[in-house]
């Protein structure tokens, strides 16, 4: 069960694959964006840790999986309307996608570099 998982890589490979594939995408390209970030797993997610601020977090859901900026998602300039969801919040936002939903890859690291540069 991916509650119980010690990293990563243990959290993927419970899951199924389409949610394998979404995540493992988001992580590839928040560790290209920053080869330094770390990973750890907190409430039962694997999160991305760098310069002691939480930065991204990943999880997965029934119906979806979800990347979560945590520490400056509101600030980011999302031009291509990749967030859809915490869209309330006053720092955090995220991305919901459903099982066959592709996204903008180019426009995601975009995000991603942003949040990093913020950091």
Request: aromatic residues 8%; proline residues 3%.
């Amino acid at each position: 069960m991916q509650g119980n998982a010690t990293n990563t890589d243990e959290y993927l490979k419970t899951l199924p694959e389409w949610q394998q594939k979404n995540l493992m995408l988001f992580r590839e390209l928040v560790h290209a964006a920053s080869p330094d970030i770390s990973e750890e797993i907190k409430w039962g997610v694997p999160v991305f840790i760098r310069n002691k601020k939480m930065a991204f977090s990943m999880g997965s859901f029934k119906a979806h999986t979800k990347y979560n900026f945590i520490s400056n998602g509101a600030e980011l300039s999302d031009n291509k309307g990749l967030f859809n969801n915490g869209l309330e919040s006053k720092k955090s936002r995220s991305i919901d996608l459903q099982e066959g939903q592709s996204i903008d890859k180019a426009a995601l690291e975009e995000l991603i570099r942003q949040a990093v540069s913020k950091l």
